[in-house]
């Protein structure tokens, strides 16, 4: 007899890499809108690992997210629109990039609506960063999740 | 005790409009049981996809997402082989695209590897060390959607069913998903399931499969043209993906 049990299964969330300006990718979350059943909708997933014990597949989805984070822009997930990527208004945000030891955005890079160009400023200043700085401003960027954990049957 | 395998996986380079983007995620291509002879076949298949995608620079939509090195340093990096970069403008990006194509024709034989070497987050694949069989086999349903048009499947994954710790048992329930929901869909004969005037899922997921990272579609917008299908109940509904299955396999009963 196959034994089965629950397991934590490590899932990638799906994004489709649209560059509607031909300049930088928008990412956006694929999500299921249509489905066959009433259970099947929601977020398109990958899966990545799977454990026995929660927490371990809890620390395992944080190395991939940090890894993963190595790779992107975060601004680049809906096109950089601030209220999108956090949960703080603006204001907090730049308090705690402050926090963080790093300059508020130039003038320069203000934009024509009067907002920041924040994927702009990613790229012309992290690479200067420390990983501790670069993981900071990720961390303020709440709503952005790459991974999660869902459970699962294994055979 | 198990032994060790060193599996050879591909990253997730995706099309754009300008070019490719590195997502998060790989896909395990195969193991074999040295370093070295992983070693060679990673060497090789990257070799095999530098030829195709030519032009670095279209590896990412900026500097920063090529290289770790800051712009300037990575300047200093091609001028320590004797080559000369673009000078940056006071606003505009260097147009590095650009730079290749036209500086690529007065390269000496050892240039190019030497300007792919300081763009060091531009790689197609990679080799990680594993305990053998420490392996698993998730069943995945397609998220098909419809466009109006056609049914679309995704760019990749779905909605994980099940793991296993045998690609066989994956296997047999897959097929036995597969066939009910053929049933559920009403392709129940041979002849409902070639039937080319039933819906169209679109297939081009797996069959550019070859040609990635890039595509058939010269600037990533698939046209109906360049798009594969099937039709009817030709279409994959659910498919198996390998999964990292870490210290599960020792100790564990498979029967």
Redesign the interface.
Known sequence: ???RTT?Y?V??F???????D????ALHE?F?????EDT?G?P?????????DRHLAQH?RML?ES??RE???PFWFSSGYLPDLTTVSERTFREQLAGLGLPAPAESLLQAAGSIDWIAW???K???WSAEQRAGVWNMLDKVQ?FDV?E???? | MAGLEYVIRRLNWRRTHYGIVRMPGSVVIGALPSLEEAEDDRAHREAEVRARVANPFICGPNHASRSRLPEPIFCDWLRDAGIEPLQAGQKKPVNWVGWWEQARVRFTPQQPAHVWAGLDRVRFFEVITRPEGSVGYAVVRVDWEYNDNWMEPGTEGGTPIKVFRKWEKAEQHRRELEEKKRHDLGYSSAEDSADDRGARYETTRWTEEELWPLGSSPNGLHSEISTTFAYGGTAPFYEIVEVDLPSLHAGVSDE
């Open positions: 007899m196959t034994p397991a299964l899932v990638r799906s994004y489709s890499t649209d560059a509607w031909m300049r930088v990718p694929d299921h809108y249509q489905p066959f099947d929601g398109v997933q990958v899966p990545e690992a799977v454990f026995l395992d991939r890894a993963a790779l992107l822009n990613w790229d012309r992290s690479p200067y790459l869902i699962i049957e294994l055979e």
